[in-house]
Each structure stands twice: as C-alpha cells, then as structure tokens.
C-alpha cells in the first residue's frame, strides 16, 4: 500500500464491484460511494475530490443534470464523469458514435508519461459526438504503430476526453479498461495516473500496485523459467484447443455453416459458454479474429481450411507422444480423415487420377477449388509429422500424391507464381502440362513458394526420385540469386527470410556444399541479426518496390488491406503469424542439419521467448495458453498495429502459429528435428505408381 494515499478520501459513485473502485481500494484509498451523482454532489465538501462511473456504458448514458453538474462546479469538486448524455455549454449529437477502426489519441502533453500523437488501444468504443477546443484524447482513425504519423488533420476525430469548468469529462468508458482489454497496459496507466492525479490534487501521483489485466504473458521477461517450462507451454497450447471449443461438434455445425457463410467474412462472436466441444472428425475453426468487444470477448473465425487440419493434426499427435496422452492421438486421426476423406477438400476431380488436378487439396471448405502450394505445403507436412508421431501409415498415398501433384503443376523453375494460387477449372481447361512448361516464370517469394521446395527435397531423400532435387535445387538457386534486392515479400521481409530457411536446411541434408551451407548461413544471418535479447525476432520491412502489403501510406489506407504489424524498421515487435512460428520450426531443422551453435542458441532463446509469451488467462478460457499475432518486446505486452484488420495484433490461428509453435517445441523436447523424426515414414512403396498416374511414362 502507497502511504501517500492512504486514508486520502475520494467520493465515489458507481458499483464496488467495478473496476476503477477496486483499483482505487486496493491502492489505499478511503473511498465513500453514493449511488446517484446527485446525491453525492449534494453531499461531498467543495474542494473535494471524486469519480462518476457509468456503470450501463454502452447501453445507456450516464444522466447527470444540469442543476447537479452546476453544483459540482460552483463547488469547485475535482470531478472525473463519463460517458453523460448532456452536458452545460456542451452541444452533443443524440447518437453516439462507434468505433470500427479508430484508436484512441493523444492530443496534449498534459499526461507526463504519454507524448502527443500517441496511439492507444480502446476496443469496440462507444463515444459521445461533441465539440470540444482542447480535447486530450482523441478518437479518430490514424495510422502508425504507436505514434499517428500523419496527425489527425485529414480525419474525424472526436473527444475521448477534456478538461472543461475544472472538470474531467470522458465522452466514452475510460474506466473499462480492463473489462474492455485496453491496451497497451503501460499507457492506460498512465492515463488514470493523470485522471486520479486530477482528481486527489496530488500531480506526482503514481500506481504502486500492478495495473490489472486478464489477459497477460505467463513469464516476464527476468522470471526464471521452470525446469518443466517447455512441457508446460505444450500441454497448456494443446488444451486450448479443447478450452477454446474450436473442434466442431455436430450440435453446432449449422450455426458454423452459417457464420463462414461464402468465407469472406466468417467471423462472429464466440459460441456460448456451454456448447459441446467435437472430436476432429468434423475439422477444427481457424482461432480468433483481431477485434475485441467492450465486454471483453472476442470474434472466432468459422472457416475451414485444410491446411489447419493437417498442422493440428501435426500437434496433436507430436504433443500426445510426448506427454502419453491417447486423446489427442484420436484427435489428430480424426482431423487426418476429415481433410483427406469426409470433407469438400479432396473429392471430384481431385480424386480422379485421369484429371490434371488429382492429388491436390482444396484450400478451404467454401473455397475447394482454389489451390496455394503453400498451404497444400504446410497441409502435407502437418500429416508427414502426425504420421511419424503415431507410427501411422493410413495416408502415406495420400501424402505422396499430393507432393507430386503439385511438382508437376509448378514450371521448369519451380515456381508457381500467381501468389502460389491456382484455380481448378483453369487446371483442368489447359492441363498440368502447360503450367509444367512455363519457361518465363520466375518468383522468388519464398513466402508463397518456398516450402512446396521442401516437401520436394523430403520426398526426393525417401524414394531417390531425381527431377524432386533437380526442381527443388534449382527454383533455391535461382532464388538465391536474386536475395536479397529480387526478392518480393508480402508482409515484411522478415518473414520471407523465415520462409527460406527450412528448404536451405533440407538442401544441406541431402547436398552438403560449401555452396549451400553459404546460402543457409546468408539467410539465418540476416534473420538473427533482429533477434533480440529475448530472443523476440523483430519484424522488418522491405524494399517497398517489391513488397505486396507494405505500412500504410496515409490515415485512410490503415485497415484496408493485409498490413504489417509495425510501420518503421526498429519498431519492437515480434510476429508469430507470419515470422516467429515459422523461424522457429526452420531455426530448429537448419541446427539440426548442421550442428551450427549459433543457430541452436538462437532455437533456444526463441523457445525461451515463446514460452514466455504465451498467453495466461483465467478469465478467458478459449485465450489461455495461446499466441497471439503481436508482441512488443519492449513493452512486454500485447500490442502493434492493428491495420491487417481481422488479422491483426489480436488474433490467434490454430493452425499457423499455435501448431508449429507447439510442434517444434516437442521436437526440442525430445532432442531432434522435423527430418530426423520423419525419417522412416514409409513413403517409397507409393512412387512407382504415382509417378506412373501422374507422368505416364516419364
């Protein structure tokens, strides 16, 4: 307890059981609650200090009178109010406005610690509309990681907060902060140092206790770690599977139909509390969605996709061996047969072995027909992984086809371009023959291509099948040779240097050259180079002139399309969507291939990182044990631009980051990596016949 507040009075109206009252009882001061702010302005000594919460925010306003807002201040009461549906001498819209896009800004250096044009984080906002001269925050819609870059002059803004006849008024909740999961948790205390600041008169005041959240990393960032940590983080990501109920279940596959509608926009609040959670055999949802409510929940996504049933599946059945846990073993089989048999995945053409797209497997559930080698790449070796783990060869056909599938449909050179994205009715009007034969064709986007190379060069040390090396080496020559200044990238650079490693590190297993080493070594250099202390690797943009979704170039471009996390290189954040995860589990496979030190240290201090970071919750069930997109390492909080709207720094993926996170940390557990475990996944005994199905003769 702080002794400079105790036993210091602040009149208070509004229920105890929220949060601003605890805040305040549990910082030490004596608190008198009335239950009507008239009463209370009747009531307390002029001079004094006091709060007005509203506790039905955003259903209805708080009403306060003008006669008792009069009173307050001919009483000269330091007064903080919210969220009021009039005011004197303030004209005020009768709707409210709310928010979509929009952040909270700073707009005065009167808040110490917060500096002008510093963003906040104030989900799902309701705010009054008024007019007000020299607001100190702001809502508008503004670009930028932590700072509005382009100011505010070019957007609606509208007040969050102003001080007017030696009053604090608040045009929306600012006490919601944990309810709401406002962030980042640095700045919202500062924020209510400055308003209890106000309102006890004492401006050196400061928060001794911790600033509360429900939603937190479980280490921090000097904490020892346990000796059991890494079993930990697997046992708590793989419950949440089951704690987020993402498995579906029959009595709620209709409402799931539903919310993926057409899969452009298939995503809705989170399913009641009660609902039954599935066993694998109808699919798994992709996570959450980045956006947050008032109330503290937040979207899920009700799409199908098959490549996240093959990456669950891999962590499953990795995590079930190591902590001996048949359930998941079930689970993960369950999943296999869902996206390879009872599902829209791999059905019509696509089974048929005289048509140019058999093999193949459709991206999503709405969306069968549309083919990303990169998630037929991540889909195969999800079920090579869930295979080994089980000792199970229900699908080892399956798994060669699709490889091979998609070989003959990328050029002379490797590639696919296009995105890596390909449609079945072009396959089937112009044949796999002419998309074998595109000699012009050159993308080096290792997002996008690159690991199809590696299912090449895995396959290719199974069976001897020379044209796998020969294509494989070949699409990594040519884009080596373009590194770094040819290579395009989608979100960020970084994320392509993640990409790269793990078919330079199978490169290096199956031809050991100095040649290949010195690439592996170029692309792990550059990577490491943004590793940090933590063991966070910070993102970085590329060149703009070869990147798909760089920051936004004004206010009006933030949240119109993918976007980074961050907007300058230099800015703290990690990214476990598009870069962490997947250096992760190439970190560990290029150590392994080469015995490097400095690549296992860096495995390990990205493990440390990871295991740190996850997410703690006991409130939220369906968040506890989870990755989120964002991190800032420096602020050791969740939080980055939210611009990717949807996939932002909020959201969470069952497949790309919760799945290679898990699966390659078993994999350090038990002392060995992807190629090594999968080593006698019995693959051979299928070649002969589908290279005759899918070459004839060739």
């Given at each position: ?667 350090i557990e038990d002392d060995t990596s992807f190629w090594e475990k999968t080593k006698n996944v019995a693959v051979e005994p299928y070649m002969d016949e589908a290279t005759q199905i899918m070459f004839g003769n060739k």
């Amino acid at each position: 307890m702080c002794s400079c507040v105790e036993n210091r009075t602040i009149y208070f109206c509004g229920s105890e059981q929220g949060e601003v009252y605890q805040l305040l009882k549990n910082e030490g001061f004596k608190l008198e609650r009335f239950d009507s702010p008239e009463k209370m302005i009747e009531q307390v000594p002029g001079g004094s200090g006091a709060v007005i919460i509203c506790d039905t925010y955003p259903v209805s306003l708080l009403e306060i009178s003008p006669e008792t807002y009069e009173l307050a201040k001919q009483k000269k009461i330091r007064l903080y109010l919210e969220y009021p549906d009039k005011l004197s001498n303030v004209n005020m819209e009768k709707e409210t406005f709310h928010a979509s896009l929009e952040r909270g800004v700073i707009t005065s250096d009167k808040l110490k610690k917060l500096k002008s044009m510093d963003i906040i984080g104030i989900n799902d906002c309701y705010t009054r509309v008024a007019k007000i001269d020299d607001p100190l925050i702001v809502l508008a819609r503004v670009a930028g990681f932590d700072q509005a870059e382009y100011g505010i002059d070019d957007v609606e803004n509208y007040p969050l907060l102003c001080e007017k006849d030696g009053m604090l008024i608040a045009f929306t909740k600012l006490s919601n902060f944990r309810t709401g999961r406002y962030e980042p948790l640095a700045s919202w205390q500062s924020v209510w140092e400055y308003i209890i600041s106000f309102v006890t008169g004492d401006s050196d005041f400061v928060f001794s206790t911790e600033w509360p959240s429900d939603v937190k990393p479980t280490y921090t960032s000097e904490q020892s770690l346990p000796a059991n940590a890494g079993k930990n983080m697997i046992s708590r990501g793989l419950e949440w599977f089951f704690n987020g109920c993402f498995f579906i279940d029959s009595s709620w596959k209709e409402l799931q139909l539903a919310r993926q509608g057409d899969g452009l926009m298939p995503v809705a609040r989170a399913l009641p509390a009660d609902s039954k959670v599935g066993n694998g055999s109808m699919g798994i949802l992709e996570g959450h969605a980045s956006n947050i409510y008032y109330d503290g929940e937040q979207d899920f996504r009700y799409w199908l996709r098959a490549d996240v049933q093959g990456e669950v599946a891999f962590a499953l059945a990795s995590g079930g061996e190591l902590l001996n846990n048949p359930t998941y073993e079930k689970v993960s089989k369950n999943l296999m047969e869902y996206v390879l048999k009872n599902s829209s995945f791999r059905t019509g053409k696509r089974i048929d072995p005289s048509s140019s797209v058999y093999g193949l497997i459709g991206w999503s559930d709405t969306h069968p027909y549309v083919f990303y080698a990169d998630d037929n790449a991540r889909l195969v070796l999800g079920l090579i992984g869930a295979s080994a783990f089980m000792d199970y060869d229900r699908w080892n056909k399956e798994i060669v086809e699709n490889i091979l599938a998609n070989f003959r449909l990328s050029n002379v050179n490797g590639f696919f371009g296009n995105g890596g994205r390909l449609e079945e009715p072009q396959v089937l009007e112009k044949g796999w023959q002419y998309y074998a034969k595109r000699p012009e064709l050159m993308n080096p986007h290792p997002h996008f291509e690159s690991w199809m190379w590696a299912c090449y060069l895995w396959l290719y040390d199974r069976t001897g099948y020379q044209p796998l090396l020969e294509k494989a080496e070949k699409a990594i020559r040519l884009t080596m040779e373009n590194y770094p200044d040819g290579w395009k990238w989608t979100n960020g650079i970084q994320q392509e240097r993640a990409r790269m490693i793990l078919p330079l590190a199978w490169l290096v297993r199956v031809q050991d050259t100095p040649e290949h080493r010195e690439w592996l070594d170029r692309v792990v250099g550059r990577l490491l180079e943004n590793q940090q202390f933590s063991g966070a690797i910070r993102e970085e943009l590329g060149n703009s002139s070869t990147g798909t979704f760089g920051k936004a170039k004004s206010n009006k471009d933030y949240g119109v399309t993918e976007a980074p996390l961050i907007s300058h290189n230099g800015d703290p954040v990690a990214d476990m969507l598009y870069t962490s995860n997947f250096a992760f589990f190439s970190l560990n496979e290029a150590a392994r291939a080469t015995s490097n030190p400095k690549y296992k240290e860096a495995v390990d201090k990205l493990s440390d990182f990871l295991i740190r970071i996850q997410v703690k919750s006991e409130k939220y069930a369906h968040l506890d044990g989870a990755w989120y997109r964002a991190f800032d390492y420096n602020r050791w909080d969740y939080w980055a631009s939210n611009a990717d709207h949807g996939w932002g720094a909020w959201s969470t993926l069952t497949g790309w980051i919760q799945s290679w996170i898990i699966s390659t940390q078993v994999l350090i557990e038990d002392d060995t990596s992807f190629w090594e475990k999968t080593k006698n996944v019995a693959v051979e005994p299928y070649m002969d016949e589908a290279t005759q199905i899918m070459f004839g003769n060739k």
